[in-house]
T-cell receptor
Framework: QKEVEQDPGPLSVPEGAIVSLNCTYS??????FMWYRQYSRKGPELLMY????GNKEDGRFTAQVDKSSKYISLFIRDSQPSDSATYLC??????????FGKGNQVVVIP | DGGITQSPKYLFRKEGQNVTLSCEQN?????MYWYRQDPGQGLRLIYY???????QKGDIAEGYSVSREKKESFPLTVTSAQKNPTAFYLC?????????????FGSGTRLTVV
């Protein structure tokens, strides 16, 4: 009912590259879609929040939702070493509950 | 500044001991949550509370207990029945209204069994 798939494999990119992360889900009831960023030994912080299918931009970050394919993505343009973190997707399924992906560790190499 | 405070940041537990992790929020959020994070396993829900004096088990509640006597506070006790308690514990709170959705997390408590 709340299955969210996110490939947890680490991702290393050179500084300035585009980082592409994605999650898939199986439950059509998911309503809101979020991306959290978590630095090492810290709590996750909300990065992006979207509701409808389409793109949402915030600076170097773009969140993309395709409800028909049950697929969400996060793109980071002009990646910086400070973007090195774990990125978790999350989806709201009602009753004040979120379902989380396992997270993607991203390393941006200077 | 509003936020969630978890304490302590690091905690060491001896075999057979109960320990309590503190979580306090001043965001006036109704719902609060406890998650456990292990490498490669993502966030696993331990307990959550929608309102004062009420809480529900999450996916991995065995060996843990909570209380919610005040809106601001949601302490987690890791009991001796929890066989593998070494992990990073995260507390969160949420509000779902007025277009604001999502969790606010604390900075976590790292618990180690010694």
């Amino acid at each position: 009912q709340k299955e969210v798939e996110q490939d947890p494999g680490p991702l290393s990119v050179p500084e300035g590259a585009i980082v592409s992360l994605n999650c898939t889900y199986s439950n059509s009831a998911f309503q809101y879609f979020m991306w959290y960023r978590q630095y090492s030994r810290k709590g996750p912080e909300l990065l992006m929040y979207t509701y409808s299918s389409g793109n949402k931009e915030d600076g170097r970050f773009t969140a993309q939702v395709d409800k028909s394919s049950k697929y969400i993505s996060l793109f980071i343009r002009d990646s910086q070493p400070s973007d090195s973190a774990t990125y978790l997707c999350a989806m709201y399924y009602g009753n004040n509950r979120l379902a989380f992906g396992k997270g993607n560790q991203v390393v941006v190499i200077p | 500044d509003g936020g969630i405070t978890q304490s302590p940041k690091y905690l060491f537990r001896k075999e057979g001991q109960n320990v309590t992790l503190s979580c306090e929020q001043n965001l006036n959020h109704d719902a609060m949550y406890w998650y456990r994070q292990d490498p490669g396993q993502g966030l696993r829900l331990i307990y959550y509370s929608q309102i004062v004096n009420d809480f529900q088990k999450g996916d991995i509640a065995e060996g843990y207990s909570v209380s919610r006597e005040k809106k601001e506070s949601f302490p987690l006790t890791v009991t001796s029945a929890q066989k593998n308690p070494t992990a990073f514990y995260l507390c969160a709170s949420s509000i779902w209204e007025g277009g604001n959705y999502g969790y606010t997390f604390g900075s976590g408590t790292r618990l180690t069994v010694v």
